[in-house]
């Protein structure tokens, strides 16, 4: 038998062992379901190398579909599962790709084809669990909006996009009081699918490498453990304080970019978010220390923001302005000093330079060695409607080692200002239009605009 299915049963027997010790029966369950379509079309241009003549551009459509179940035995105890599927049909696909499906079209891209019906979740929710003030929940999970808006803990899968972000975890809440809790969660989430079998599994093929020939759908850039202590704290009226330790491992087995070696990240910092009638106060400061490799390494994060709303102006508009510092590699001592994203390799600030950070760190959406100035303004123009603009500049701490990339001479990484545009045609199904434009600065060799721009609809039931 697989190992992923031993696991997979394992679980199973585990789940069923918990609910014959809090469910008396199963003559009440009440189950509920819905299915989940999400449609997309993206264009990028120049996302990686800032060069009109390399031709990295890709164009295509992206459909996700999901149908999750949920079975409620009583008041304290459910189980929830979710399929999901991702498929790409891309319309151009630039000549600078490494990786690609199994069957193409011709070189323009690739061949449509439907693939990977996958485990997205599958969890068990136990609530007061023995009658203590304590919730448990079991199994493949997503953490998205959950702890400190996602600077450290969104995204457990990078490596597959924003296909999922689940986290293979046991989390264990303590609920001290109304306004404190107190989060223990382990995490394993590694390289490969290992847990939970799947359906028509996605094989890639190199163009350059034909050793890679066979490689499965990645999830992760190397299997990856973690156990995380979260506090909570609401005590203070319109304040909230989170706190937190994080170790992480990150294996060495498979490593790519800035995960070549394996890692031991010890993270301490804390979150805050205070609430002055119309004005919002956000904060977040974090510091790293530990290991990666036989090298030493530190690190510092954090950003600070202020959110002010006009309630009293038609359409509500909402400005922000703020500052974001991730500390970077001084390529001149054997110590790293290069922040290291730890679970927030997502769209975090932009999708596009999620993407382009791959040509500094080699590894998609690592968010390190940066300084960001923002400033947004929302507004709703009508009811249904709300627009976005954002102004970003971006700088590096530390210049790049030079590449046919990087210039390796400059630290100003560009001007990206985005739009986006949202419509709610009820609560059930959304529509989105994004669109960024990268001005690069001299922390690349080649100056040409980068462009991202994506269109989406979204039916959720």
Known sequence: MPRSYKITLCVLVFFCNILSFTMPALAEVNFSWGP??????????????????????????????????????????????????????????????????????????????????????LYLDQKNLLGLPVDLRLGRQDFAGMYGEGFLIMEGTPQDGPRTLYFNAAKASWQIDPQNTIDLIYINDPRDEEFLPVVNRLRLRSAVNPSLDGQQQLLNTTDEQAGVLYWKNKKIKDLAIEAYYIFKYEAEEGGSGYQTQKGNINTIGSFVN?????????????????????????????????????????????????????????QKTSKNEGWDPLFSRWEWISPMYARSMCAETGILGYWTNMRIYRAGLTFKPAEKINLSFWYNFLQANEQATPTAILSGSGKNRGHLP????????????????????????????????AVFLRTELQLKF
């Not at 890709?58 to 009583?74: I, P």
């Not at 510092?300 to 500052?323: C, E, H, L, Q, T």
């Not at 959304?430 to 690349?444: A, D, I, K, Q, R």
């Open 36 to 121: 989940y379509l999400r449609l997309r079309y993206e264009y990028w241009k120049n996302w990686k190398d800032m060069n009109n003549d390399l031709k990295d551009n890709r164009s295509f459509f992206s459909v996700k579909t999901a149908l999750w179940g949920k079975a409620d035995f009583n008041a304290n105890t459910s189980l929830f599962a979710k399929l999901s599927n991702e498929f790409k049909a891309y319309t151009y696909f630039g000549g600078t790709a490494s990786l690609m499906p199994d069957k193409t079209d011709n070189k323009k891209g690739y061949h449509f084809d439907i693939n990977e019906v996958i485990f997205e979740n």
């Open 274 to 330: 205070y609430a002055l009638g119309t004005l919002t106060l956000r904060g977040q400061l974090a510091g790293q220390f530990g290991s990666y490799g036989s090298n030493d390494r530190s690190g510092i994060g954090g950003y600070a923001f202020a959110d002010k709303v006009f309630n009293s102006i038609a359409g509500s508009p909402k400005i922000n302005i703020g500052f974001v510092y991730l500390s970077g590699d001084n």
């Open 418 to 449: 985005q739009v986006k545009v949202e419509y709610m045609f009820n609560k059930n199904v959304t529509t989105c239009f994004w669109v960024e434009y990268l001005m690069p600065g001299n922390f690349y060799k080649e100056r040409d605009a």
